[in-house]
């Protein structure tokens, strides 16, 4: 769906994307990585030919983009840096007006158009109110809307869920999780690793421009080879276990071995109460931040 | 994309707001010399006022000469200033961009709204211009139906409604070029009040440079040298010369400003 060849961009003497390699499969949920200033933006820009690469080349959706965005981009949504409307226009006429700005909005079926995306992303109720007075989880929504109108087959989408309470970023992770599996793929730029660990099935870490880690989450995820335990007699498992623990931390102890059921098999038939047992997994805090160096913008000059 | 500009360019109460401000001024001249019948003396103050104390259908050429100078320019320099501007600063252009739109074509589209906002504007001067005038001011020769022409000599009602005609496509030629040189700096600057006041930068400093006998040499290029040459247009017989340098002069202006900006916004990152 995507594919960079050492996509580069200077701006000046500074180089904000370096050598960008990205690779993202049909039906990926991909989520990219990064601190604040690290190039997500850019990159985005550049994906959509809004920002014109120093050198190296963009694939999207097997044309090359910028030069091929007729074809490309009608069948993208977007939303870059968080939305933009016109304040003074209730959120249905931004998006009407949208519609009609490009080729591919046909009069007669906009206003449904408008109304079903809404409806997608919970602003069915809202009408009449200049976008101006919404706050910032309705515009987010409304951006979002705007991204879907198009019915795309690639979303690609910074920061979605920025400034939505609780509920909403779970009603916008299910919708995007929804229509991942009805077959589009997103392209999800974001510093919440969090909100990467909960949608994406691939990750991209950019670092200083540079992407410095691309593989499968659950690769990354992969247990360490230990299992965390919580047990009221700790001193029993050290005892009955020696060397195997590597680590105790109050009631919780952590034990070198693949075999998590074996374990359990063992301090339970030794009697010990085992309160807690799971095999220890890498977080994507600790991949992320092994792989980065310090963020850039926290970086003395 | 070019009727959604208009469209959005025409439901703006910023225009509307503009038009009736550039309109109220010449209302207000007129009212006051029906009040007080008090003309400028011939040969001095703007062009055409001295006459229309006889006759009111010459007030639409007084009303110009009036908002030509100044309001017209500062209203067409703020509607070209925020074409590309606006919508950076807004947001709202990435995502036009993306829509998509082709760069070429939001360019045209904003062009084609700045010039109807240039026709639309003349148009409500010189039609509320007539009316007042004619109602306040009165005909002069209802039966013979002509007018003292600049130089002196009658012309009928049709030579006049054609010379006033040619006047308001003059100045709105003059306009575009304004809108040319706005809509280039719009895609240039960051903020659209940048780029109006750029614009008028550019129109202060010639009509500056017009008054320094130093700049002589630079006269005959400067953007607002010919624009009040509508006048001409009626003396007897029309004196083309300086109408036609200005019309081709404001010509060279569009084509070489639509060009830059074109090139500049095609090559342009959008980081906005």
């Not at chain 1, 087959?153 to 609780?166: A, I, K």
């Amino acid at each position: 769906m995507i594919r960079t060849e050492g996509l580069t961009k200077r701006f000046g003497s500074i180089i904000a994307v370096d050598d960008l390699s990205l690779d993202v499969h049909e039906g990926d949920v991909y989520g990219f990585l990064g601190a604040n200033g690290s190039g997500k933006t850019t990159t985005v820009r550049m994906l959509l030919g809004l920002v014109l690469a120093t050198s190296g080349s963009a694939d999207v959706l097997g044309h090359p983009m910028p030069a091929d965005w007729r074809t490309v981009l009608p069948q993208v949504g977007a939303m870059v840096e968080g939305p933009a409307f016109y304040g003074q226009r209730s959120g249905r006429a931004n998006l009407s007006l949208l519609d009609a700005s490009g080729i591919g909005g046909n009069r007669h079926t906009r206003a449904g158009r408008v109304d079903d995306v809404l409806e997608q992303v919970g602003l069915g109720h809202v009408d009449r109110r200049p976008v101006r007075a919404y706050s910032l989880g309705m515009r987010q929504r409304l951006g979002l809307a705007a991204a879907l109108l198009r019915v795309p087959r690639l979303l690609v989408l910074d920061e979605p869920t920025n400034g939505l309470d609780p509920q909403g970023i779970r009603d916008i992770r299910g919708l995007l999780l929804a229509l991942n599996a009805a077959g589009t793929t997103i392209f999800l730029s974001s510093h919440l690793l969090a909100e990467v660990e909960q949608m994406c099935t691939r990750v991209g870490v950019l670092d200083r421009g540079r992407l410095v880690l691309q593989e499968r989450l659950d690769v990354l995820q992969r247990p360490t080879g230990r299992v965390q335990v919580r047990t009221s007699d700790a001193a029993g498992v050290r005892a009955l276990l020696n060397g195997a623990v590597e680590g105790i931390d109050g009631d919780r102890l952590l034990v070198r071995t693949h075999d998590a059921a074996e374990l359990n098999q063992r301090l339970v038939g030794a009697g010990i109460p085992v309160l807690e047992l799971a095999p220890e997994r890498h977080s994507l805090e600790d991949v992320v931040l092994a792989a980065t160096s310090i963020a850039p913008d926290r970086e003395l000059r | 994309m070019i009727g959604v500009e208009i469209a959005k360019m025409l439901r703006s109460r910023r225009t509307w707001s503009t038009i009736l401000l550039i309109d109220s001024l010449p209302t207000l001249v007129a009212v006051l010399l029906a009040l007080t019948d008090l003309g400028p003396r011939p040969g001095t103050g703007p062009a055409f006022l001295s006459a229309v104390l006889t006759d009111g259908t010459l007030f639409p050429l007084a009303a110009l000469a009036i908002v030509l100078p100044l309001f017209l320019p500062i209203a067409v320099s703020i509607t070209a200033g925020e074409a590309i501007a606006g919508e950076a600063q807004q947001g709202t252009l990435r995502y036009l961009l993306v829509r998509p739109v082709g760069r070429t074509q939001l360019l045209v589209a904003k062009l084609v709204s700045v010039l109807v906002f240039v026709v639309l504007t003349i148009l409500v001067v010189a039609v509320t211009a007539y009316v007042v005038g004619t109602l306040l001011l009165g005909q002069a020769d209802v039966i013979g139906g002509g007018v003292t022409s600049v130089s002196g000599s009658q012309l009928t009602t049709q030579e006049l409604a054609l010379r006033t005609l040619l006047a308001l496509g003059y100045a709105m030629l003059c306009m575009t070029g304004v809108a040319a040189i706005g809509l280039f700096l719009s895609t240039m600057a960051d903020s659209p009040l940048g780029a109006a006041l750029g614009t008028l930068t550019v129109l202060i400093s010639s009509t500056l440079l017009l008054t320094l006998d130093a700049a002589q040499s630079l006269h005959p290029y400067l953007p607002t040298r010919y624009w009040l040459s509508f006048v001409d247009l009626f003396r007897d017989p029309i004196l083309w010369r300086d109408v036609e340098r200005g019309a081709l002069l404001q010509v060279v202006y569009v084509a070489v400003f639509l060009g830059a900006a074109w090139a500049n916004f095609m090559t342009k990152d959008i980081t906005a």
